[in-house]
């Protein structure tokens, strides 16, 4: 089982960016597919962005198209989530996770294995 260790969270005004950084000690990311989420209270888990293993195919939500990079950096065995324009709409506790089925530009399946624990995001003024 893969541990994922998310971490970037924060505070931040509306407008403002953040980077979200996904790492999994003692194991190689650059095998598996990777699928950002979040989940704000009361409101269903969402997949915000997904990256595939192999030819960096990447699926982005909607509500997140022209705002948010998803990346991988296979030397630092890190998968990172460029969050920009930030909305107070985007506060949610955000979660990487493997994805264990093909990644394409207009899907990212629900299909997950391992989790991380999670890390917070605020846009407020």
């Known amino acids: 089982q893969v541990q994922l260790v998310e971490s970037g969270g924060g505070l931040v005004q509306p407008g403002g960016s953040l980077r979200l950084s996904c790492a999994a000690p003692?194991?190689?990311?650059?095998?598996?597919?990777i699928a950002w989420l979040r989940q704000a209270p009361g409101k269903e888990r969402e997949r915000v962005s997904c990256?595939?293993?192999?030819?960096?195919?990447?699926y982005y939500a909607d509500s997140v198209k022209g705002r948010f990079t998803i990346s991988r950096d296979n030397a630092k065995n890190t998968v990172y989530l460029q969050m920009n324009s930030l909305k107070p709409e985007d506060t949610a506790a955000y979660y990487c996770?493997?994805?264990?089925?093909?990644?394409?530009?207009?899907?990212?399946?629900?299909?997950?294995?391992?989790w991380g624990q999670g890390t917070q995001v605020t846009v407020s003024s």
């Open positions: 990256i595939s293993s192999s030819d960096g195919t990447t």
């Open positions: 003692g194991f190689t990311l650059d095998n598996h597919r």
């Open positions: 996770a493997t994805v264990l089925s093909v990644v394409t530009t207009k899907d990212c399946p629900a299909d997950f294995g391992s």
